[in-house]
């Protein structure tokens, strides 16, 4: 039997028309733009509408992301959403966006994996494809982190971003994704976490700068060695938005020029799980790939969970 892989057949992302810049953060917490842009090269981020939930950017960016793969709602059989900020604890974002998009009848589920949850979900839909369990799946990253951040705590306010994005995955005979690498160390939950009898979020930055600079030098060498390829076959580096010094760590890692690196963390931030997609389809739309090139794309969030994913072009 010829073996079946997932495609990536069109990506979309949405961010909310707010953009709350480090000036005008300044003027509420002792920082600066300054210092923001020094320690993280983030320069404003997007903030979502107070009546403008988690479900309503899933929408846009996942109608964008059909649009650009010429795929109908309701072809789907699939669709995963991964969010750390649902609007509601139940019906699951998925349940509530397969609604919007008129789809009927297709698995939808939410996946959480705070900022690692579209590599999560994107080889969750994968393994789905692969053994035959669906033809086209849905990945959606999704978050309103302005609603979990303590606005009053300069360490973590200058960092997130509200945003989504999403990519169409469909069943051929070539891939494709060439693999996916997941892990998780729930050791470390503390460092980076709403505890729960609060309503915001908590870091210790120095300490999850740390770690994730070194676990994410980790996963790309795995990604690299399960596919018996070197850094230098690596044609663009596609890495979750957090922070821009953890991002060039790992591209040195892979002796890979920023020029190869997709980086849109200065104009949203953080959007936890958007990250990946918002950055993939930012170069999508402007064309940077070229059909056969390698892509990795990582990322590294709270649990502590981390993961990859290499794929080729179109
Ligand atoms: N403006 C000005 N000063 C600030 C500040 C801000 N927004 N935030 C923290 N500081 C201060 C601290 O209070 C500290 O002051 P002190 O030395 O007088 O105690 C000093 O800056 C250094 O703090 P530190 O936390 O060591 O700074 P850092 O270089 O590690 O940068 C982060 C802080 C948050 C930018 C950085 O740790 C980081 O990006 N961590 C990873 C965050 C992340 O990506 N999380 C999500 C992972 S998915």
Same mark, same amino acid.
């Given at each position: 039997?010829?073996?079946? $892989?997932?495609? !990536?057949?069109?990506?979309?992302? $949405? ?9 005008? #953060? ?45 795929? %109908? %709602? ?5 669709? &995963?959403v991964?969010?750390?900020?649902p ?15 008129g ?15 579209? =590599? $999560? ?18 990945? &959606? ?6 609603r ?9 306010? =200058? ?29 470390? %939950? ?7 009898? %609060? ?28 596919n ?5 076959? #690596? ?8 922070? #821009? ?27 936890s ?22 892509? !990795? ?12 994913a ?5």
């Amino acid at each position: 039997m010829t073996p079946l $892989y997932s495609r !990536l057949c069109g990506t979309g992302s $949405y961010l909310p028309e707010r953009v709350l810049g480090n000036d005008e #953060i300044s003027q509420r917490v002792d920082t600066s733009d300054e210092w923001i842009v020094a320690r993280t090269g983030i320069r404003s981020r997007h903030i979502a509408a107070a009546d403008e939930g988690v479900v309503d950017m899933a929408t846009v960016a996942a109608q964008r992301a059909l649009e650009a793969a010429g795929l %109908a %709602a309701d072809a789907l059989d699939l669709i &995963v959403v991964a969010t750390t900020t649902p609007d509601q604890i139940f019906p699951s974002t998925a349940c509530l966006l397969q609604s919007r998009l008129g789809n009927r009848g297709a698995a939808a589920f939410d996946l959480q994996a705070v900022c690692t949850g579209f =590599i $999560y979900a994107l080889a969750t839909a994968d393994r789905f494809i692969r053994s035959q369990g669906a033809r086209h799946a849905l990945v &959606v990253g999704v978050e309103k982190m302005s609603r979990i951040v303590d606005w009053d705590d300069r360490s973590t306010c =200058i960092l997130f971003g509200d945003g989504a994005g999403a990519v169409v995955l469909s069943a051929s005979s070539k891939p494709g994704i060439l693999s996916t690498h997941l892990h998780a160390d729930g050791r470390y %939950a503390d460092l980076l976490q709403v505890p729960a009898a %609060a309503d915001t979020l908590t870091m210790q930055g120095n300490a999850v700068f740390r770690m994730a600079v070194r676990t994410l030098g980790e996963i790309v060498q795995e990604t690299l060695a399960a596919n018996g390829l070197e850094g230098k076959d #690596i044609d663009w580096l596609v890495p979750h938005q957090a922070n #821009i010094r953890i991002i060039q760590a790992t591209a040195e890692k892979l002796g890979l020029p920023m020029e190869r690196v997709v980086t849109t963390v200065a104009h949203h931030g953080n959007v936890s799980a958007a990250s990946v997609p918002l950055a993939l389809d930012d170069a999508a739309r402007r064309q940077c790939f070229r059909p056969g090139q390698h892509l !990795l794309l990582e990322a590294f969030g709270g649990g502590f969970t981390w993961g990859s994913a290499l794929l080729r072009w179109l």
